[in-house]
């Protein structure tokens, strides 16, 4: 196998990460709505949680783009 191809694959696979931030921040949005629909008056308390979790979820989607970009520019 040729190194460039190699090197396609490879950053192929990184991105993966990215679908799964994708689903990550599917499931934490809706839990929070769900939630927030059975017990109004707690929804306000848990924003907090809600926003850390998308970042974090936010983050590692990132990530997987970075090193996708590096493995393929370096």
């Known amino acids: 196998m040729e190194p460039e191809a190699a090197r396609y694959i490879g950053a192929g696979i990184a991105t993966i990460g990215m679908g799964g931030a994708g689903i990550g921040m599917g499931m934490i949005f809706g839990n929070f709505l769900s939630a927030a629909i059975r017990n109004p008056a ?33």
């Open 42 to 74: 707690a929804a306000s308390s848990q924003f907090s949680n809600l926003i850390f979790g998308f970042a974090v979820t936010e983050a590692l989607g990132i990530f997987s783009l970075v090193i996708a970009f590096m493995i393929l520019f370096t």
